[in-house]
Nanobody
């Protein structure tokens, strides 16, 4: 089992920055793709950024160059640094640990065999 707890969301003006954190616990999560997804009401959850077990990263085109995903294996925390925020970045952000199935960390699409999700943290950009 993997447990995920997000924090760091909030309200910010356009052009501002936020850093999301996700505290990770549970055995063998190091073999998972760790990722951030976001969802707005009435729409599907979409991948924002991912970091694979080998450290390789991937980003949605809409956040490339503005968001940075990283993980700290010492304090077991996943981060999402978000800069130059835009109103369209407003969403509930979820931390996820995903593995197996036809899920591909490089594109953040597919159906994983194993998946764990946090409860979400709201980001509002005005």
């Amino acid at each position: 089992h993997v447990q995920l707890v997000e924090s760091g969301g909030g309200s910010v003006q356009a052009g501002g920055s936020l850093r999301l954190s996700c505290a990770v616990s549970g055995h063998s999560y190091s073999t998972y793709c760790m990722a951030w997804f976001r969802q707005v009401p009435g729409k599907q959850r979409v991948g924002v950024a991912g970091i694979d077990s080998d450290g390789s990263t991937s980003y949605a085109g809409s956040v490339m160059g503005r968001f940075t995903i990283s993980k700290d294996n010492v304090d077991n925390t996943l981060y999402l640094e978000m800069n130059n925020l835009k109103p369209e970045d407003t969403a509930m952000y979820y931390c996820a640990a995903l593995k197996g199935g036809n899920f591909y960390c490089g594109s953040l699409v597919g159906r994983p065999e194993n998946e764990y999700w946090g409860q979400g943290t709201q980001v509002t950009v005005s």
